[in-house]
């Protein structure tokens, strides 16, 4: 791959990690904008006027329809766990990760990321694994979706002129898209049938429940749209609710644009979008319906849920309803860092909005009389900072870090104070004090005291701390819309001056969020350095000499940090990509080691608020990551050769006699360096190993892989291969990996310079073996051969078989089948190699980490491969 290729895929790499939190910033301030323009001309008074006037009886209905709703979104998951697996799990358990799960992610968006965690926390508790709660969220969405769909094809084919915005091209045109639309779902009841049946799109299987359930899916789905349209229309004026068809809608497709859009809770997107949908800009009292529906079916179930996990804290639910609630009580138990981080921002926005918006006049009043003006300033601008302090802070919360929590319940009770100060806001005072008591309950959850700065913010945090100082500064201006701005007005200091301290808190904040976005930007986390010493050199050499497998010699490699035992007679080699912390293989050295290495090396993962990750580690040691509750995955199969069974005599090893014998006429000789003698033709091997990386396309390897180094080279014998009919040049060479014992001999790096003869791999491969053999080792290691030796029945993992899929047709982008077909020429044993690691969600990131290690990224592996020329290979130069 050339240089230019690289940098490029680089290039793209850094962007995209851009892409997402520049997107979700473009999105807000464009519905910021949106609603700047359809409430041109309101005050904030007429909207606080409108909340006022609202009827009792219409807040009433509405809590009402948002408990039906609720019972409905639980029912999903009843109804969903019901058909992909009877009797495994609780219908109470079920019911109330349903109920738990939407109000986490109707609250904070990214509904895969709250609900789908909570669901597989929850589930994966009683049995399901990762395929079957995928089909058990798949379901819960399809009654929605089955709904919508139903709804819309009515509304079409009923009354398309009632409904504008859906008046595609004519009258008749919509009524015949209304018909297909119902036609379609009355095809796929025909085809469920009464048993059910499974679809197939390509390689995926879709499972369709039996006609009952599916009815009831699509009951339990209209209950909940209905419901959840119910609390918005009752809280409308009655002049603004328009006709059934119409409102619900244009009220679902509002729900659906803030669920696409990942801005958290679909906030302003969803709002513009009815506006705009039902024609009703420019009304206070639209507005406050709106408010009153956020807080009405947004925020009190989520405050129930939050209610809940701090009674489970405290232990406070005893008897059946404990029973009841233990399996999801014990989910989002473990989402208790998440929740946290979500009050905390929260109460964050509370103190900006505070700043933003004016007080109340009668407060300020009783406050002059007992403060002096330059406390009140003075506590307003604090509050305001306050309020950004507690955006960084919730962060590190959502890291468990134990100073973010120092810090969070420091600054809420600091926020409290100010807030009665600033304006006797006793709502806003009580808000955050709750908030710092759910903290103090929750202290076991924030355990990781590493040295890490709570200011060091991920670009999507940063990005979401924009959105709330561009929403704050918005509502500050929207506000103070009737007041006439001046240079003048900045310096103003008086009781009634609020909107001169708004102005002053914006500036800080602004200024304090300009330095938080520089120190991002710049600041580097500092490199962790190796334990190096006199010492440790001729330690890893010690154990690896006494080890029984050569891919311990990896550790030469250099780009390693090593974990030891306290008696120095065992390591555990491992590095670092994104949040993952790596383990190449089991730990070396001492067996009674292993098992507290690998502990010791999870806490310490775990402190670093990372992942451990255990790649390339053998069956033997698989029930100690099964205790872990790890998922494995199969990575491929190992290939080693018993050395007693193999010779060149007999009509299965013609092959390997025909190449020998070749390679031998036409001059290539087999040569066994000492390391002591490589130093000299270093650089003949570096000019081997260019032409040949030139040849391949491709790049350096590193972590599982050796590289060209010298110094990691000076560690080995080198394997060659010479032309003696070319000046006794090398023309191929390898090093020599041994194991402790004479138990095992392996090669790493493999080099040859093309065009110089087609059996000139498979003789050096022959040659060594026999050379292994020679020298009394028992076994030859081939390495692994990736994706092989993977279950593809129906009945497998998923993994299994996506892998096997990949194996089979895989070959454009590497050789899997060759490689394979290459090593069992040898006959050898083949053992499983597995990686370790976190399950659910974890697992794709952890994949991509793992490939940044060994090949530099997915961009650069399938680069190289797209890159490649397209050219028949030998099975020796697949193995190459």
Not at 14 to 41: E, I, K, N, S
Not at 589 to 597: F, S
Not at 819 to 843: D, E, H, M
Request: hydrophobic share 50%.
């Amino acid at each position: 791959m050339s240089e230019q290729t690289v940098e490029g895929t680089r290039f793209y790499q850094r962007a995209g990690a851009y892409f997402g939190p520049v997107l979700a910033v473009v999105v807000t301030v464009g519905a910021l904008w949106l609603f700047h323009q359809m409430t041109a001309g309101l005050r904030l008074h007429d909207i606080k006027s409108a909340l006022s006037a609202m009827p009792t009886w219409g807040i009433g209905l509405a809590l009402v329809a948002t408990a039906i709703s609720y019972c409905a979104l639980a029912s999903y998951d009843i109804v969903a766990c019901h058909i992909v697996a009877p009797g495994k799990v609780p219908w109470h358990n079920a019911a109330m990760s349903g109920m738990s799960g939407y109000a986490f992610s109707n609250f904070l968006g990214f509904h895969l990321f709250t609900g789908g965690a909570i669901r597989f926390r929850t589930y994966s508790r009683s049995g399901l694994d990762a395929g079957e709660i995928g089909q058990v969220v798949l379901l819960t969405w399809m009654g929605l979706w089955l709904a919508f769909a139903t709804i819309v094809g009515l509304a079409l084919m009923v009354d398309p002129e009632g409904i504008p915005f859906l008046q595609i091209m004519h009258a008749s045109a919509d009524r015949v898209i209304g018909f297909g639309m119902i036609a379609a779902l009355v095809a796929l009841f025909v085809i469920a049938g009464p048993e059910g049946r499974e679809l197939r799109l390509f390689a995926w299987r879709i499972p369709v429940p039996r006609r009952g359930m599916l009815l009831l899916q699509l009951l339990v789905g209209v209950i909940d749209l209905l419901a959840s349209a119910a609390v918005l229309y009752v809280l409308l004026p009655a002049d603004a609710q328009a006709g059934p068809a119409l409102f619900i809608t244009v009220y679902m497709s509002a729900v659906i644009l803030g669920s696409i859009s990942h801005v958290p809770g679909g906030i302003g997107v969803f709002e513009a979008t009815l506006i705009g949908g039902l024609g009703l800009q420019g009304r206070a009292d639209i507005l406050a319906s709106l408010l009153a529906y956020r807080l009405i079916y947004y925020f009190l179930p989520f405050a129930f849920a939050v209610a809940a996990l701090a009674a489970a804290e405290t232990g406070i639910m005893r008897g059946k309803l404990a029973a009841w609630f233990v399996g999801p009580s014990k989910a989002i138990r473990a989402m208790v860092p998440l929740v946290a981080a979500t009050l905390v921002f929260i109460s964050g926005v509370v103190l900006l909005f505070s700043g933003a918006t004016p007080g109340i006049p009668d407060r300020l009043e009783i406050l002059e009389d007992w403060l002096p003006l330059s406390v009140v300033e003075s506590s307003h601008f604090l509050g305001s900072l306050a309020g950004l302090a507690l955006l960084v802070v919730a962060h590190g919360l959502h890291r468990r870090l134990f100073s973010a929590w120092v810090v969070a319940v420091a600054m809420l009770f600091a926020g409290s104070l100010l807030s009665m100060i600033k304006g006797l806001d006793w709502e806003e005072a009580l808000t955050l004090a709750l908030s710092a008591v759910f903290l103090l309950l929750s202290r076991q959850a924030f355990y990781r005291r590493t040295p890490q700065r709570i200011s060091r913010l991920s670009w999507e945090w940063l990005a979401l701390v924009a959105l709330a100082l561009v929403a704050t500064t918005w509502l500050g201006f929207f506000s103070y819309s009737h007041v006439e701005y001046s240079n003048e007005l900045f310096w103003e200091f008086a009781w009634r001056g609020e909107a001169p301290r708004f102005l002053r808190a914006t500036v800080g904040l602004v200024v304090a969020a300009v330095g938080l976005g520089v120190a991002v930007a710049i600041h580097r986390p500092p490199a962790k350095t190796k334990r190096r010493d006199e010492t440790e050199p001729d330690a890893i050499a010690a154990v690896i000499a006494n080890s029984p497998d050569t891919q311990t010699n990896i550790a030469y490699l250099g780009d390693k940090e090593f974990l030891w035992s306290p008696d120095g007679q065992a390591f555990l080699m491992y590095a670092r990509a994104g949040r993952s912390l790596v383990s190449m293989g089991d730990p070396v050295g001492d067996p009674e080691q292993v098992e507290d290495l690998v502990w010791q090396f999870r806490d310490m993962a775990d402190r670093e608020a990372s992942r451990a990750v255990f790649y390339a580690v053998r069956p033997d040691n698989l029930p100690l990551y099964l205790d872990m509750g790890y998922a494995l995955l199969k990575l491929g199969e190992v290939a080693r050769v018993e050395l007693s069974n193999f010779s060149l005599e007999g009509p299965k090893n013609q092959e390997h006699r025909y190449s020998d014998r070749r390679a031998a006429k036409e001059g290539l000789v087999f040569e066994v360096i000492p390391r002591a003698d490589v130093p000299p033709i270093m650089d003949e091997l570096r000019h081997v190993s260019d032409v040949w990386l030139q040849e391949k396309g491709g790049s350096e390897k590193g972590f599982s892989l050796g590289r060209f180094d010298p110094d990691y080279l000076s560690h080995f014998d080198i394997a060659v291969i010479r032309d003696t009919t070319n000046g006794n040049r090398i023309v191929a060479f390898a090093n020599i990996w041994r194991s402790g014992c004479m138990n095992e001999m392996s090669i790493d790096l493999m080099r040859y310079l093309p065009g110089v003869s087609k059996v000139l791999m498979d003789a050096l491969f022959v040659r060594l073996l026999l050379y292994a053999k020679e020298q009394g080792y028992r076994w030859f290691n081939l390495g692994a051969a990736p994706l092989s030796g993977l279950a593809d029945h129906a009945l497998a993992s998923r993994w299994n078989r996506m892998a096997t899929f990949v194996f089979r047709h895989g070959d454009d982008f590497y050789h899997f089948e060759g490689l394979r077909a290459f090593k069992q020429k040898f006959s050898p044993v083949w053992t499983p190699q597995y990686l370790a690691c976190p399950g659910g969600l974890n697992i794709p990131q952890v994949l991509l980490d793992v490939n940044s290690l060994i090949s530099g990224g997915i961009g650069r592996l399938i680069g190289s491969s797209a890159l490649r020329p397209k050219r028949k290979r030998s099975k020796a130069t697949q193995m190459a």
